[in-house]
């Protein structure tokens, strides 16, 4: 059983700033990349940004400049950290971890977090 716990989502003003956490635990043998995808109404959710074990990085060209990911292996926890927010970033934040348990190598999903950027 594995969970993703995310925590730091909320309301948050036009230009403002937020970091958002994703704690992995339960029966894990290795996390290969950990990331942030989001979902906006009525739209497909989308990747926003991925770190791998080794601390290769890649990001939505739309967060390029305004977001950085981080990682604690030691933890299993990834970290957003999002500046000069806009409107447009409002989503529900999901963490991704690619990962092996005693099953095969999957993806697993926590449950989401709301960011809400106010003009």
């Known amino acids: 059983q594995v969970q993703l716990v995310e925590s730091g989502g909320g309301l948050v003003q036009a230009g403002g700033s937020l970091r958002l956490s994703c704690a992995a635990s339960?029966?894990?043998?290795?996390?290969?990349?950990m990331g942030w995808y989001r979902q906006a109404p009525g739209k497909q959710r989308e990747l926003v940004a991925t770190?791998?074990?080794?601390?290769?990085?890649k990001y939505a060209d739309s967060v390029k400049g305004r977001a950085t990911i981080s990682r604690d292996n030691a933890k299993n926890t990834v970290y957003l950290q999002m500046n000069s927010l806009k409107p447009e970033d409002t989503a529900v934040y999901y963490c991704?971890?690619?990962?092996?348990?005693?099953?095969?190598?999957?993806?697993?999903w926590g449950q989401g977090t709301q960011v809400t950027v106010s003009s």
């Open positions: 991704n971890a690619h990962l092996s348990t005693v099953l095969p190598v999957g993806d697993y």
């Open positions: 339960g029966s894990i043998f290795s996390i290969y990349a």
């Open positions: 770190v791998t074990s080794g601390g290769s990085t």
